[in-house]
C-alpha cells in the first residue's frame, strides 16, 4: 500500500490570530491532516484552537519546545495528553525527556526531542556555549532521546540520513525547514526540498510560510503533497 503523504505533511499555522488559522484550514480542506501550532499562535488563543481542531479529527503537533524542572514538565505533559495533541516538543536535554516520558506512558502522545533549531549555524551554537558542532550536537541528542524512550525527534533535513541510522527505524523524524525548490529560505540556514528530506530517512516534513504565505495556499500544498508522494516508498 503506498504511503499518504497527508499523514506526512505538517501544516505550520504561524499566523498571527486563529482567524487567519481558521482561514487556511478551511482552505485547505481534507487536503491536509496534520496541523502545527507553535508559540505565534498559542498566545493568541491557540491552545484552545488547537483543542478544536483534534475535536474535529485533525491531528495537531504542539510545537513548545518544553524546558523546566522535572515535576513541570510532567504536569504540562499530563495536561497536553488530555487535549488530545499527537505531537510535542521538548528540548532535548535527558532529564526533561524522561519525565515527559514518564508522563505520557499510556498516551497516544509523540513526544519529540528538539536537537538543534535550524535557524541555528555553526557560529550559533558557538555563541550558545556548546563545545559541539550543531551537526556533532544533534547527533548526540538524538541518542539521548532514544534512550529516554521519546518518539521521535524534531532535526534539520542535513541531519536526517545521519540521525536515522542511530534512531532506528521506528522513531518519529520530524524535519523543518523544508523549502520547495526555488522558495526563499526566509530565516532559516539548514533547509531542503521536501522530495530530499523523505528522501533523507525524515518521516515527517513542517511545511509553513511557503503554504501560508503562498498567493493560492491549496495549490502550493497540492504541489507539495504530489512531490512527497513521489519520494515516499510503496
Do not use: W
Not at 481534507?30 to 501550532?37: A, E, M, S
Not at 521538548?90 to 535557524?119: I, N, W
Not at 524512550?149 to 541531519?159: K, N, T
Not at 536515522?164 to 520547495?180: K, Q, S, Y
Amino acid at each position: 500500500m503506498t504511503v499518504d503523504a497527508r499523514e506526512r505533511l505538517i501544516v505550520g499555522l504561524d499566523l498571527p490570530t486563529v482567524g487567519d488559522a481558521e482561514r487556511i484550514v478551511k482552505t485547505l480542506g481534507d487536503d491536509v491532516l496534520f496541523y502545527k501550532i507553535g508559540y505565534q499562535l498559542v498566545f493568541a488563543g491557540g491552545l484552545e484552537f488547537a483543542r478544536d481542531l483534534a475535536l474535529d479529527g485533525k491531528k495537531v503537533f504542539l510545537d513548545m519546545k518544553l524546558l523546566d524542572i522535572d515535576n513541570t514538565v510532567a504536569k504540562g505533559v499530563e495536561n497536553i495528553v488530555k487535549m488530545g495533541m499527537s505531537m510535542l516538543t521538548l528540548h532535548a536535554y535527558p532529564k526533561a525527556m524522561r519525565a515527559a516520558v514518564d508522563a505520557a506512558k499510556g498516551s497516544d502522545l509523540c513526544l519529540l526531542g528538539v536537537t538543534v533549531l535550524t535557524s541555528m549555524d555553526e557560529q550559533d551554537v558557538i555563541d550558545a556555549g556548546y563545545e559541539y558542532d550543531p551537526h556533532t550536537l544533534v547527533l548526540r541528542r538524538a541518542e539521548q532521546a532514544r534512550i529516554a524512550g521519546m518518539g521521535g525527534i524534531v532535526c534539520s533535513a542535513e541531519e536526517s540520513s545521519a540521525v536515522r541510522r542511530i534512531i532506528g527505524p521506528d522513531m518519529a523524524l520530524v524535519t523543518p525547514g523544508i523549502r520547495p525548490a526555488g522558495a526563499d529560505k526566509g530565516d532559516q540556514k539548514r533547509v531542503m526540498t521536501p522530495a530530499d528530506a523523505l528522501k533523507a530517512g525524515s518521516s515527517h516534513l513542517v511545511v509553513a510560510r511557503p503554504i501560508v504565505q503562498a498567493a493560492d495556499p491549496l495549490a502550493a500544498t497540492r504541489a507539495i503533497l504530489s512531490e512527497m508522494g513521489g519520494a515516499l516508498p510503496a
